[in-house]
């Protein structure tokens, strides 16, 4: 089906447009864009009011599928995506059994074509199990379709194997998602290590666990010339080390996430188990540091982290809780009101941050709707105020900190190709 969206504010750094423009979709493509077209044949929607964005790309997703499809499947996880106004999103591979061969990237891809209703890329295993011991077939898992490698949940704590990797993967152009965390320093923690912890009697994690790795494989990368990216940064002397790598020539780029630039430590108080995250949420200095690094450009990018857990798991006690926290939902919506409504970005950085660069970073189609790319696009209301809720969640889990939180600013429909696969505009915006 064709379709034309007019009277909406079209958001496109990559194109260099923004104004009101419509948009003309024709076989799942971009076919035009401009002022007052007219359209034949094809349905029309009137967006007056409303903003047209390149759909979202999240490169941190756990979809849990295989192994853990109590918590999410790759069904119930695009879903959810698109909910949020995701099109497309990287599955990361700590799965059961982890995405180390191409059966379980085969899988996965298969899974995703026949159920997602968004583009689903697998990322597969730096190391066999992701034990970090032993370098998994790199080549093997880039020819399967891995978009990217990754132990996320796990750093690769032998530095000699990550070296390796880092040298090999080069033959690839992928680029090596990295969880930071010093096993040892970080083990049995529950939550950052501060006066909080103290004061609520909770082992803490201290911010040196994420920082010594950061130090470490940046300077693998430095040695290697191979292209890492941060995973979920959470503290400032991070946030330092990276900005001094960058100044040197280090092919790094960095995340982070919504929850980790809207949440504090202090938020722990209360022993809300979804607030336990790895990294953990860190102090206000540190989340400061966060916010001026997406501002400055040191932080690339903003992603996720969705990590569902079901109701059981979260309602252990804290220190025996698993960490996580969805995020698929939420995240424009923190986003466009910490950030957007606190004039401390504009739309234009925040499709940058949220669609361009992780596209860009993954080397995957997406990021802009210039003619002739795919019809992969959402309609925002940025100024929507909307409450979170446990029922209103697409995603198979709902363990999440915000339920009960209000937040301003909602995607209102995504296409994907150049179909709707989440709709809740109100009828009156379409017309034949």
């Not at 941190?60 to 295989?66: D, I, N, S």
């Not at 992969?376 to 697409?394: C, G, H, Q, S, Y």
Request: charged share 25%.
């Amino acid at each position: 089906m064709s379709f034309c969206l007019k009277n909406g504010f079209l958001v496109d750094p990559a194109a260099g447009r923004s104004g009101k423009l419509d948009l003309i979709i024709e076989d799942g493509a971009v076919a035009q864009v401009g002022a007052d077209l007219d359209p034949t044949d094809c349905q029309v929607f009137d967006l007056e009011g409303l903003y047209v964005l390149p759909g979202l790309v999240d490169v941190h997703t756990h979809l849990r599928e295989p192994g853990e499809e109590e918590k999410e499947t790759i069904a119930t996880g695009a879903r959810a995506a698109a909910k949020g106004g995701f099109t497309s999103v990287a599955a990361m591979p700590n799965t059961k059994p982890p995405a180390d061969q191409s059966t379980v990237i085969n899988y996965v891809l298969s899974k995703a074509q026949a159920e997602a209703v968004v583009h689903v890329y697998p990322v597969g295993n730096i190391t066999k199990g992701g034990k970090g011991e032993e370098m998994a077939e790199l080549g093997e898992l880039a020819a399967a379709g891995a978009v990217a490698f990754s132990d996320d949940g796990a750093s690769v704590m032998n530095a000699e194997t990550q070296r390796a990797a880092f040298e090999y993967g080069k033959l690839f152009d992928k680029v090596f998602l990295l969880h930071c965390e010093d096993a040892n320093l970080a083990r049995d923690g529950s939550m950052h290590e501060g006066a909080v912890s103290t004061r609520l009697g909770l082992k803490g994690i201290p911010a040196l666990a994420e920082e010594i790795i950061v130090a470490r494989d940046l300077q693998l990368a430095e040695a290697t010339g191979a292209h890492i990216h941060i995973c979920h940064v959470s503290t400032k002397r991070s946030v330092e080390l990276i900005q001094e790598a960058k100044l040197r020539g280090v092919k790094v780029t960095a995340e982070a996430t919504p929850h980790h630039l809207s949440l504090i430590d202090e938020d722990v108080i209360g022993f809300n188990t979804a607030t336990k995250v790895n990294p953990p949420l860190r102090s206000r200095t540190d989340r400061e540091a966060l916010r001026r690094g997406v501002m400055d450009g040191t932080i690339n990018l903003i992603a996720t982290d969705h990590a569902p857990h079901t109701r059981e798991e979260k309602l252990k006690e804290y220190p025996l809780a698993p960490c996580g926290m969805i995020g698929l939902e939420t995240a424009l919506g923190i986003i466009l009101t910490e950030f957007y409504h606190t004039g401390l970005l504009d739309l234009l950085a925040i499709v940058e941050l949220m669609s361009l660069r992780p596209a860009r970073l993954l080397k995957i189609s997406g990021g802009t709707l210039a003619p002739g790319t795919p019809a992969d696009l959402i309609v925002v209301d940025p100024n929507l105020k909307w409450e979170v809720r446990a029922e209103d969640f697409a995603s198979k889990s709902c363990n999440s900190p915000f339920i009960g939180k209000e937040l301003t600013g909602k995607n209102l429909a995504t296409m994907v190709d150049g179909r709707w696969v989440y709709f809740d505009l109100p009828p009156e915006r379409a017309r034949s």
